[in-house]
């Protein structure tokens, strides 16, 4: 008898291989690879350097803030505010910077506000039992108006005496990569590694499963909670950082839309919105697709704003698809 | 030495007398049923045993030692465990991970500390295999059945290798051939040594796996008895107020 269990206690339902077939991220690079190989084909533009250089470069920024985003919507939040956040914290870097401080205290500047942000946000969420939408929604209008106000709606093209290391950070390459993507893969294996092979990456799927259990068996769920604010806020000003650097220059609209282009991700790439699944890949995943599809768009000379309708078909074909993978286990 | 006792536990929410003076005692390797009709007072004395709450008054004995519990985790140091009427599993995670949930095993590099997955999975198989389950601690929980759900609640509670094991309504909402494999593992965890608190509804199965059961009605323990010198007639008439005490 116990031999039986034991030989049922070490299988298990799904193998490794039908574990990836039945993964959304899977899929979603299939498309990807695919959408790549037919854009080959019709352009001779789409597989130069000079395109998948640019095409890297632009999904970083979206890319990183998917990944921040998809530790909070694991569990079952929700941050709007990345857009704004991204603003204001441009705008501290960029105002530090003018001032003539070096370029580390401009990073600082913007990763602290960022992260000031992400407090605000966690403590109201985890400590208050605010809604996440709500909260991160008044954050999201505090934040864009903060840097308006801060910025006195001009724009900041001067960044003092460390002007061309700053500038080189956000727009320089390493090994013939953008900084940008360079920093968006390493933060992606970060992620990865975090949520799966971490206790606090388990407590964070726990908290998006079942908030009640997880209380219960001694997960300490509203520091969890506010952990994945404040990294989603930190993803952020690394954003922020990055993006200036790159453009040269500091303005208040920076990031306005990045919200929903980085939700938009996460789900395209497999993290459920009701909370509990998703993963960091599939955040990397589902922002190459949506700048892959713009990209394509463009040339294939289209008019760009049809970008919105693409991307909005995606984010909802793939929810249809993880409704219909729910069905299907049950 | 008697294992746990209570001793003329009270316990008012404001004017609503919930509990008065209840006395209960169970010894190591025992089944105590404790039966009652809703608003009795069995989920209440439940979270006093639990460290949820602490009682008005009374006492509560443990291996000798009077104690009290500030919250659910003094409880648990102590060796007391409950497994919750919804069992308080993540659907999402797999069993093994459910098993671990909040102190899971590592392995350190440097600074940094993993989950050692492997050493999960060997001894949640482990746990399984005492409670003679068929439960694979790689599946996830959401595609697995009543049964399989309550080894994995139960392994859980095996973790700290506690004395008493509180279970709330095990066998309420699974079918007939499940609630036969909850029986037969609160039978192993008896046969293991733990003292098994049963709070349940179901009248045949107190009495399949129950050594003593305890009635309450209205915040009083009305009888107390071996199940041997009871009947399902008379626990009902107790449970009711047909029978006044026993």
Sequence with gaps: ?330 | MRLFELRDISRNFGAIQALTKVNLKIDAGEVLGLMGDNGAGKSTLIKIMAGNFPPSGGEIWLKGEKVEFQNPKDARKKGIEVVYQDLALCDNLTAAENVFLGREAKIRFGPFSFIHYAAMFREAARHFAELKSETRPRDLVRQMSGGQRQAVAIARTRLSNPDIVLMDEPTAAISVRQVAEVLDLIRRLRDQGIAVILISHRMPDVFAVCDHVSVMRRGKVVADKPIGQTSPEEVTGLITGAIETA
């Design chain 1, 1 to 330: 008898m116990s031999v039986a269990i034991e030989q049922v206690t070490s299988q298990r339902e799904r193998g490794p291989l039908r574990a990836i077939f039945i993964s959304q991220p899977f899929w979603v690079t299939v498309a990807l690879i695919v959408i790549c190989l037919v854009m080959g084909g019709v352009s001779n533009v789409f597989f130069t350097e000079d395109n998948f250089f640019n095409v890297t470069r632009n999904y970083a920024f979206i890319g990183i803030l998917a990944l921040g985003m998809t530790a909070v919507i694991i569990t079952k939040g929700i941050d709007l505010s990345v857009g704004s956040v991204v603003g204001v914290s441009g705008i501290a870097t960029a105002m530090v910077l003018y001032a003539g401080h070096s370029v580390w205290a401009g990073i600082a500047a913007g990763l602290l506000t960022s992260l000031a942000c992400g407090l605000v946000n966690g403590v109201l969420i985890a400590y208050l039992n605010l809604s996440s939408f709500i909260v991160t929604l008044g954050m999201y209008a505090v934040a864009r108006s903060l840097a308006q106000v801060l910025s006195e709606n001009h724009m900041i093209y001067q960044f003092g005496p460390d002007e061309k290391l700053f500038t080189r950070i956000g727009g320089g390459t390493t090994f013939g990569l953008a900084n940008p993507f360079i920093i968006l893969l390493v933060l992606t294996i970060i992620f990865m590694i975090a949520l799966r092979y971490t206790a606090w990456g388990r407590w964070v799927y726990a908290v998006g499963g079942n908030e009640h259990a997880a209380r219960l068996t001694g997960v300490p769920v509203n520091r969890v909670k506010l952990s994945v604010y404040l990294l989603s806020g930190l993803m952020s000003g690394i954003t922020a950082v990055l993006l200036v650097g790159w453009q040269g220059a500091a303005i208040n609209a920076m990031g306005t839309g990045y919200e929903l282009r980085a939700i938009a991700s996460s789900v395209i790439g497999g993290t459920d919105l009701m909370g509990g699944s998703g993963g960091a890949y599939g955040a990397f995943i589902g922002a190459a697709l949506i700048e892959v599809i713009r990209n394509s768009l463009l040339l294939a000379g289209v008019d760009a704003n049809w970008e919105g309708t693409f991307v909005g078909l995606f984010i909802v074909l793939a929810v249809l698809l993880s409704k219909f993978r729910g069905m299907r286990s049950g």
